[in-house]
């Protein structure tokens, strides 16, 4: 029963709505974890300096995946093992990985020995605490996280060729269970450094998943010298990308430092706000780019353009339907989630309050957050490196620049206007909204100029995304107003004064506004509803995962 579980799992899945379905099935578990691992903070900590300083070391590691692990990324690597034999394949991702840990470990040992300095830089309120010593001691102990997440880069390349999604999905739920256990069981006993020790024990876990599939297919890394032959042209397509992730990374890493400076607890709610948004944005967005990237690259790879339409078009229509039902009911239930999230310990109402109306500002942002996600891996695809990298620039020089502006706009006006907008004008620290709203129009700017990019190599693309635009906004207001009908005459019946009556009201709330939803969906005879209902009564019936919904128009090519 065990062997036949496991082999359930590593099963490859090539239908591109099955892999996304399962894959957001699967990445469900991996954020409930992840919620999880956001409650036990705010339950220890709450909205203060404590989980400031966590967030904020945070930063750094990203920075450093961004600029040098990504040197290696999967993006390029896949389209380049996709068809390629065996032998060269393992020669490929042994060179890589030794590029990778040689001057990735040489990276991190410079800036660990800086790291009082560059801290002090970023976050002079911070550093200026008795906490100091354990903020420099956690981030040097997160710089192991760059290294095991960017080889898991590499070896999850061979996983995604092999479509082994269950496993891709699987990494970061082990991840968060890392982090969690640093949490409960090291942070008593070692501060801050202990819940490092436990993301860098995450970071393992997430690596090790992927080492059963790289054996198998007889592909597995050892250390071997670099050769300027094969690394080079790796390194420079990877180049683009690796940048672009550092653009990404600095302009968070400013936002950060900014919110550090409005008060106690800003860097926190900001946070514990993204990592909200995250969860729709990771089930929807992330689970059809990294089910249609393969099939993508695989198009191109072939010089089938209808087909690399096909699978885009396909991909992104889904993605702004569901990210517009999801934002509908965000923000009508934002005070319930949470609630249920983090409504705990030491996170006091007021926190709950600012952290559910960032919740619906960065909402707002879902749909372009989600298609920025499928729409690089397309330019990827199309070995068009460089324009994610330019479009990242212009979109985070926007948004630090309207971030600056909005911070030191007048508080009497707009600011004002748009914490009572959102219900938390007697609520301290609202300017974080600002550097929210800079962030999504950042992002709407970004996703503006892909789109353009596409039209040479995906022309029409454009058209074909007006009527999930329309549906999923009927869809949307039928389900908010349903949801919202929902929690009036539900709050006539019970108090909200516990855990369980929070999640009971949020649960059927929710329930009949995807109801309503659907039921909007239904009578305006929605192509990708329809398709997703085809695709789920597949998966639920275990009928053969060889059918796909969007077939290869030719023969898959030879695994490594």
């Known amino acids: 029963m065990v062997r036949r579980l496991l082999e359930r799992i590593a099963a490859p899945v090539r239908g591109l709505h099955q892999a996304a379905y399962l894959l957001a099935a699967l990445t469900l578990a991996s954020q409930a974890l992840a919620l999880l691992r956001d409650r036990t903070f705010a339950h220890s900590f709450g909205a203060g300096h404590t989980l400031d300083l966590y967030y904020a070391a945070f ?3 990203d920075l450093v995946f961004a600029l040098v692990s990504s040197l290696v990324s999967a993006y390029v690597i896949i389209p380049r093992i996709t068809g390629m034999d065996r032998e060269k394949t393992r020669q490929l991702l042994s060179e890589s990985a030794s590029f990778l840990f040689a001057a990735g470990g040489f990276i991190c040992v410079v800036l660990a020995f800086f790291m009082p300095q560059f801290l002090t830089f970023l976050y002079p309120t911070l550093m200026s605490s008795s906490q100091s010593g354990a903020f420099i001691l956690l981030a040097r102990i997160l710089l192991l996280q760059p290294i095991l997440l960017g080889l898991s880069g590499i070896l999850a390349s061979v996983t995604q060729v092999h479509r082994r999604f269950v496993l891709f999905a699987l990494s970061p739920v082990l991840y968060n269970l ?8 090291l942070y008593p006993h070692y501060g801050l450094p202990g819940i490092g020790i436990g993301v860098v024990i995450g970071a393992f876990a997430y690596l090790a998943v992927h080492i059963p599939v790289v054996r198998g297919a007889g592909v597995a890394p050892s250390w071997r010298f670099p050769t300027r032959a094969l690394m080079t042209p790796i390194v420079q397509n990877s180049i683009p990308r690796s940048l672009a992730l550092g653009i990404n990374s600095i302009t968070m890493l400013v936002l950060v430092a900014m919110a550090s400076r409005l008060g106690t607890g800003e860097v926190s709610v900001f946070t514990f706000a993204s990592n909200l948004e995250a969860v729709p944005l990771v089930i929807i967005g992330s689970s059809y780019a990294i089910a249609a ?48 999230v983090l409504g705990t310990g030491a996170f006091d109402w007021n926190a709950t309050r600012l952290t559910a109306a960032l919740l619906v500002v960065l909402s707002i942002g879902l749909v372009v957050d989600a298609l920025e996600l499928l729409f690089s891996r397309a330019l990827y695809a199309a070995r068009q490196s460089w324009r994610p990298l330019f479009y990242q620039v212009a979109g985070g020089i926007l948004t630090i620049g309207l971030a600056y502006l909005f911070l030191r706009m007048p508080p009497q006006g707009f600011p004002t206007a748009m914490a009572d907008f959102l219900k938390v004008g007697d609520v301290r620290g609202t300017a974080i909204l600002l550097l929210a ?16 990019a596409l039209r ?3 022309p029409g693309l454009g058209r074909t995304l007006v009527r999930p635009c329309l549906d999923g906004s ?4 039928a389900g908010g107003v349903a949801a919202y009908i929902a929690l009036v005459f539900l709050g006539g019946i019970a108090p909200l004064t516990s855990l369980f009556s929070v999640f009971t009201q949020g649960v059927v709330a929710g329930t009949v506004g995807l109801i309503a939803s659907a039921g909007a969906l239904y009578f305006t005879e929605n192509e990708e509803f329809r398709i997703v209902v ?11 995962t060889q059918t796909a919904v969007l077939e290869p128009s030719a023969e898959e090519p030879v695994q490594p």
Not at 297 to 318: C, D, G, P, T, Y
Not at 438 to 443: F, H, K, S, T, V
Not at 474 to 477: D, F, N
Request: net charge positive; glycine share 4%.
């Open 59 to 61: 930063r750094v590691p």
């Open 178 to 185: 890392g982090i969690i256990f640093g949490t409960v069981v």
């Open 293 to 340: 990237f393969p099939a993508l690259s695989e198009a191109l790879a072939q010089k089938n353009h209808n087909e690399f339409m096909k699978v885009l078009s396909a991909s992104a229509r889904h993605i702004i339907l569901w990210s517009i039902v999801a934002l509908g009911l965000i923000a009508v239930l934002r005070a319930h989630i949470v609630r249920i």
């Open 437 to 452: 709203l800079a962030n999504i129009l950042g992002q709407f700017f970004l996703v503006f100029l892909s789109l353009i």
């Open 456 to 458: 040479s190599i995906a």
């Open 474 to 477: 009927i869809a949307a207001i």
């Open 534 to 544: 085809q695709s789920l009564s597949k998966l639920l019936h275990k009928r053969d």
